[in-house]
């Protein structure tokens, strides 16, 4: 399977502890991106990088999140001292460089972790 | 204000109706925009593109109106497999994706 692939699928957690989430993007796709959606919304952005550049994080985002793509493949969603607000589906999504000069490439998404905080 | 509008719905409609879905969004430097489908429990996938000039996929129909800034899909002879939650998508600039909260759409025999 050459898809976006994430791991894990799931992740039930005790409030208070630190969770890691990964991301195996589409190889030849230098953008990766992370979000977050909870039930009856749509994907809510968190960061995105370039290769291993993190160009923007919502300014929703506590300091309790940090993202990485040490090599510009794979990256990582950290969730310090999680609480349970932060109890929702991760999507990480990954896209080519924009071959049509601006319009746009498509962004191919992984079946996403789902993070239970009790 | 969103970034992103759309109608959550949900719109019930037989089958073989026309159903057609508004999103409007508020920055005006947006570059591109696209229409994606996410059945339940599953990730988004690409529905299609939107371009400046509208374009057509089939039954499907996206159209942009950059004066007014939103952008719609119109779904001809529905089927019962177009069941799903439609997103509008716009890239904002820089390549960063801003979804809307999608509109929901329930198509009954």
């Known amino acids: 399977d050459t898809g976006v692939s994430q791991d894990p699928r799931h992740k039930i957690t005790k409030r208070g502890q630190n969770v890691t989430f990964r991301c195996d993007p589409i190889?030849?796709?230098?953008?990766l991106y992370w979000y977050r959606q909870t039930l009856g919304q749509g994907p809510e952005f968190l960061t995105y990088?370039?290769?291993?550049?993190?160009?923007?994080k919502s300014r929703l985002l506590s300091d309790r999140f940090s993202a990485e793509r040490p090599k510009g493949s794979f990256s990582t969603l950290e969730i310090q001292r999680t609480e349970q607000g932060d109890s929702a589906m991760y999507l990480c999504?990954?896209?080519?460089?924009?071959?049509?000069?601006?319009?746009?490439?498509?962004?191919?998404f992984g079946q996403g972790t789902r993070l239970t905080v009790v | 204000r969103k970034e992103v509008e759309q109608d959550p719905g949900p719109f019930n409609v037989p089958e073989g109706a026309t159903v057609a879905f508004n999103c409007t969004y508020s920055?005006?430097?947006?570059?591109?925009f696209f229409w994606y489908r996410q059945d339940c429990r599953k990730e988004p996938k690409l529905l299609m593109s939107?371009?400046?000039s509208g374009n057509e996929d089939g039954r499907f129909t996206a159209q942009l109106n950059r004066a007014s800034q939103y952008i719609s899909l119109l779904i001809r002879d529905s089927k019962l497999s177009d069941s799903a939650t439609y997103l509008c998508?716009?890239?904002?600039?820089?390549?960063?994706?801003?979804f809307g909260a999608g509109t929901r759409l329930a198509v009954h025999p």
């Open positions: 998508v716009v890239n904002s600039g820089y390549n960063k994706l801003i």
């Open positions: 920055n005006s430097a947006s570059q591109s």
């Open positions: 939107v371009y400046s």
């Open positions: 999504a990954s896209s080519s460089s924009d071959p049509l000069g601006g319009l746009g490439a498509e962004a191919f």
């Open positions: 190889s030849e796709h230098n953008r």
């Open positions: 990088f370039q290769n291993e550049a993190q160009l923007e």
